[in-house]
């Protein structure tokens, strides 16, 4: 799995930025869905806006369900918070939804589009119901809030 993160220090605090199924081809794939920003760009930014919060954004991305749900499980003890974009996955997985569930971090759910204005399908997230937060319609700046939110969310866990 994609694997990159940023910034060092005492007062950096690990978020897990996880993306899932076919985020890999932002950019590219239906742009006026999903905006023109790659997921190199979003991943950037994150970590902008994750060090700007005393966050350190472990981004990470994979088209598969297994490897996002071992992502999620390696997070319980390396990471204080957890974003992520399950992509098609919100929709299908209740095997990610009780890995999110399980691993008892503060969850922030994003999504570029909003799904709700969308297919019908679409409307259901299996991993809203374990997310403390939901972001959606937002385009790439989702992501900002999602991290902004996932930084008051640690401070008040602690």
């Known amino acids: 799995m994609p694997h990159s993160s940023g910034g060092s220090g005492p007062q950096d605090i690990p978020v897990l930025v996880l993306n899932g199924p076919n985020l890999n081809l932002l950019g590219l794939r239906e742009p006026d869905i999903y905006g023109k920003e790659t997921l190199a760009g979003i991943e950037e930014m994150c970590r902008e806006t994750a060090a700007a919060h005393g966050l350190r954004a ?5 088209n ?17 918070a957890i974003v992520i974009n399950p992509g098609g996955y919100s929709h299908t997985s209740v095997a990610l939804r009780d890995a999110l569930a399980a691993v008892e971090l503060p969850v922030v759910e994003v999504h570029l589009s909003n799904i709700h204005k969308r297919e019908a399908f679409r409307h259901h997230s299996y991993v809203s119901a374990v997310a403390d937060t939901v972001i959606c319609g937002a385009g790439a700046h989702g992501y900002a809030l999602a991290l902004a939110h996932a930084a008051t969310l640690v401070r008040e866990k602690r």
């Open 58 to 62: 472990d981004c990470r991305q994979s």
């Open 64 to 80: 598969h369900e297994g490897a996002l749900i071992d992502a999620v499980h390696e997070a319980r003890t390396g990471h204080r």
